[in-house]
């Protein structure tokens, strides 16, 4: 109902929906000002096999979609209502989700936040969701992986179109706590960087980090705050509760760039995001102290090395 | 010889297509069977695309629901045509449309002329082997199975709730013993006319019509009464994962099937291009000539066990157990030590160079986490910040442990250290807590300080280590605990730390040669008179008398006995 009315503030700016098939696998994704990362946002993402990109801008004034609209496989929706009011952009994306992604696979993911799953080298986006759909699974469970460069963030300065891993390459291996939420049933996720140099003192509001962004969608399907948790309660079980592990992945957050200073000085004077942009206002506050690599810091390989460092699990899939 | 296939497709008909061109190539004649819930117009395309082939036969079509009876009826009919239209045939393969050969055809001949008269089908008795999902296995063939599993589930439960409940017992018919297996099979022309032709077959039928999941166990049961030799092996490469559906295999699989010698492997991927690219490819000299699945067995093996066991003592996104009824919360054996470091100023530094394992102070202290090296991050990136840690105690130390498992490792513990963690260092049965009760008194007497400025410190500490002895002290708690008072320990310390040592070292270690220095105790029991006096009992330290500490230096020395020694 909610996304319904919101859906009204959305305008379509070019709408190729009629390209999907029934076994196209979306993406759904809102962004603002993010014309610097999308090229290898869509690069990343086709190469993993998303098949159509169904995208929200939410008042760009910096090109980026115009870029899109040029590319054949987007979709694009453009609305200037405020973010914190549609529920961090969720509500645009369930009244799309609600009306092209019935009966498929879908990807909500930010577009900083680049999937990784088991096997994501050799198999396809495809090959999973197959698997899952054999396997009568309907969400897959990832956590949020931030990534940071060696040395201060602000001099990992990100060029157009470029992997940003190539600079943001070092990650927490093991400071993550979890935390069940009973009424929902889905693991919270704290830890990582964020809590360990921002959060250290208010370890209560570091930024969750569990995050479902692949699930079989049905109209009925909500998600409830961003990713973190969603509507049927069952489909947050994404975790093994009697010692067994389930297939699951990460997202590779790629925050920590030398876009991260600028980005936050904005987003905390205009405080749209969670808690009138608290987490924002925390990092404006931490921000000169921006070395977030530490000894025990871990570089970034491939899928195989976070599996086996135990921060993603191949499960029941060989 | 020659050899003829029967294939089973439902879907995916252009792969299909192109695995029934690899089976005519090699020279066999194929006889398919399509689901009869296939669509006409899919099926009539199916049909026309390989109307250019003439030894490629279609036969009735039937319905085919898994675990249902009409796969049976399907092998049945087809098989039997197969026999009837190509009487060269003396040999029959069952095979799917997801069933790649990954060695040429000529190979599997050639293989099979090795084995004259020789029926492969996997077939093994209920009674030995405990393969089915669901606890289903005995019964599958004494109840009986009108409703679909995957359509009816509930009605399929209830049924069999209510036939266990009355005690319905289905007779076997005569002389069949149930046996199960792999439902791809390869038999001879002899025993599968035997088979077919039975006298009895209406009755086996009408029997089998009611048995969950006929297709693994109709042929499998049936060929131990006509067939001559049996070898109980599927030549088709399958594997099933803990659920009991089939392993799909994908393009990085293609060196583990190459290598492994297979004929056939399902089920395939059926965009995997590079598999249906680079197969079937015949064996090198020096590749396998028989089938060995060694490789695939561990790899999907291991699968299994991380889908239902995983990873002890690790938590993430996708695996919470709950610890309340795990055995065993951390990753690997630790151990606790409460009180020693404030017997012994220099225990940290002694237990190291004693043991090879990494000895922290006290991770759990009120202002920070003291790692072994006193860094202000630890492996794994843990942070020393207290509220950090005590946000979630037990998740510090289960990352802490999970991530150094390769080494063991120690801590102090003492009464005013985080008390959420009790309860994990209580009930995790890798835990080795040590307590020396009432050694709080020793710092607080070393202060200097008289009886009456400590008397409150003094029952604070004593409260919080009572509390720390109680959740010890719980019926549940399976950690291995060795508490001692004060007044005990001093009683013998050698014996206690030697123990404490070979713990860690996991075997007898050598003699102790040195202990650690232990604080000068002179004038400890008056002090804990005074306390008394002032009306604040330390019951936890014992009952301490003036020549304790006295003896306990004397008992410190390593027992002789040598004779004439000294």
Not at chain 1, 17 to 45: K, V
Not at chain 2, 219 to 246: C, E, M, N, Y
């Amino acid at each position: 109902m909610r996304a319904r009315r919101k859906g009204r503030e959305l305008t379509a700016a070019q709408d190729r929906t009629s390209q999907i098939t029934d076994t196209d696998i979306l993406l759904f994704c809102t962004f603002r000002n993010e014309d610097i990362r999308l090229p290898y946002f869509l690069e990343y993402y086709r190469k993993l096999g998303v098949n159509h990109f169904l995208l929200v801008d939410n008042g760009s004034d910096d090109g980026g979609d115009s870029y899109v609209a040029e590319q054949p496989d987007v979709s694009l929706w453009k609305t200037n209502a405020p973010y914190g009011k549609s529920r961090f952009g969720m509500d645009w994306l369930t009244y799309l989700q609600g009306k092209y992604a019935h009966g498929q696979w879908a990807l909500t993911v930010d577009v900083d936040e680049f999937f990784v799953y088991p096997f994501c080298d050799t198999r396809p986006l495809r090959a999973l969701a197959d698997w899952l759909e054999a396997s009568e699974v309907r969400s897959f469970g990832t956590m949020m992986l931030d990534m940071y460069p060696k040395g201060q963030v602000s001099d990992a300065i990100y060029q157009r179109g470029t992997d940003p891993f190539k600079l943001a390459n070092w990650f927490d291996p093991g400071n993550y706590t979890l935390k069940l939420n009973n009424f929902y049933h889905n693991l919270w996720i704290q830890g990582g960087p964020r809590a360990r140099v921002f959060f250290a003192e208010k370890p209560r509001q570091a930024p969750a980090l569990n995050k479902i962004p692949f699930v079989k969608w049905d109209r009925n399907f909500t998600y409830v705050s961003s990713t973190h948790m969603l509507l049927p309660r069952g489909l947050n079980l994404v975790y093994g509760q009697n010692g067994g592990e389930k297939t699951s992945g990460v997202l590779l957050h790629a925050k920590f760039l030398n876009t991260f200073g600028p980005r936050v000085s904005q987003e905390a004077a205009r405080a749209q995001h969670y808690g009138d942009g608290r987490e924002y206002k925390t990092y404006a506050s931490e921000q000169d102290s921006s070395e977030i690599w530490c000894q025990w810091s871990e570089q970034y390989l491939n899928w195989r090395q976070l599996e086996a460092i135990g921060l993603m699990s191949k499960g029941n899939w060989a | 010889m020659s050899l003829g296939v029967v294939m089973l497709v439902h879907s995916d008909f252009a792969r299909a297509g192109q695995m029934v061109r690899h089976w005519a190539a090699g020279g066999c004649p194929v006889m398919i069977h399509v689901d009869s819930d296939v669509d006409t117009a899919t099926f009539d395309w199916f049909v026309a695309n390989l109307s250019d082939l003439d030894d490629v036969r279609f036969s009735t079509r039937h319905r085919c629901e898994w675990g249902m009876w009409g796969l049976v009826a399907a092998t049945q009919d087809a098989a039997g045509q197969l026999l009837r239209e190509f009487a060269h045939v003396d040999r029959v393969f069952l095979a799917s449309g997801s069933c790649l050969p990954l060695r040429p055809i000529s190979e599997l001949r050639d293989f099979l002329d090795g084995c004259p008269q020789t029926d492969f089908i996997e077939s093994a008795t209920t009674a030995d082997v405990p393969w089915t999902v669901g606890g289903l296995d005995r019964e599958r063939f004494t109840l009986r199975f009108p409703f679909s599993w995957k359509r009816r589930r509930r009605l399929f439960d209830n049924y069999v709730k209510f036939q266990q409940a009355i005690g319905v017992k289905r007779k076997i018919p005569k002389g069949l013993v149930p046996h199960m297996g792999s439902q791809w099979w390869c038999l001879t022309r002899k025993t599968l006319t035997a088979i077919l032709n039975d006298p009895k077959r209406r009755k086996y039928d009408r029997y089998f019509k009611r048995v969950w999941i006929p297709d693994e166990s109709y042929f499998q049961t049936l060929v131990r009464k006509h067939a001559t030799r049996i070898q109980s092996r599927s030549l088709t490469l399958s594997k099933f994962d803990f659920q009991g559906k089939p392993h799909i295999f994908y393009d990085d699989h293609a060196e583990i099937l190459r290598r492994s010698g297979c004929f056939v492997a399902r089920k395939i991927w059926p965009n995997a291009q590079v598999l249906f690219d680079s197969f079937p490819q015949a064996t090198t000299p020096n590749g396998p000539t028989r089938p060995s699945t060694g490789t695939v067995d561990r790899i999907f093996g291991k699968a299994v066990e991380r889908r239902t066991r995983g990873r002890p003592g690790l938590y993430m996104h996708s695996r919470y157990p709950n610890v309340k009824k795990a055995n065993g919360i951390s990753a690997a054996p630790f151990s606790v030590m409460h009180g020693f470091d404030a017997l012994f100023p220099h225990f940290e530094n002694w237990l190291a160079q004693q043991t090879d394992a990494q000895v922290h102070g006290h991770l759990f202290a009120k202002d920070k986490a003291q790692f072994a090296d006193r860094s202000t991050v630890f492996r794994g990136a843990l942070s020393d910040c207290a509220r950090l840690r005590d946000y979630n105690a037990q998740g510090f130390l289960t990352n802490l442990l999970w991530t150094t498992r390769d080494r063991y490792q120690c801590f102090m513990f003492g009464p005013t250290d985080t008390p959420s963690i009790h309860w994990m260092l209580a009930h995790d049965t890798n835990a080795r807590v040590w307590v020396i009760s009432g050694a709080w008194s020793i710092p607080l007497f070393l202060s200097g300080r008289t009886a009456a400025e400590t008397r409150a410190e003094a029952a604070h500490l004593q409260r919080c280590e009572n509390k720390f002895l109680k959740a010890l002290n719980a019926p549940q708690a399976h950690a291995r605990i060795r508490i001692s008072t004060l007044a005990d320990f001093l009683d013998n310390p050698r014996d206690t730390l030697q123990v404490l040592v070979d713990q860690i070292a996991g075997h007898k270690a050598r003699a102790l040669s040195d202990l650690p220095e232990m604080a000068d105790l002179g004038g400890l029991p008056a002090y804990l008179q005074e306390l008394k006096n002032q009306g604040m009992h330390p019951f936890l330290t014992g009952d301490l008398s003036a020549e304790m500490h006295r003896n306990a230096a004397v008992n410190s020395e390593p027992r002789s006995y040598v004779v004439g020694h000294k």
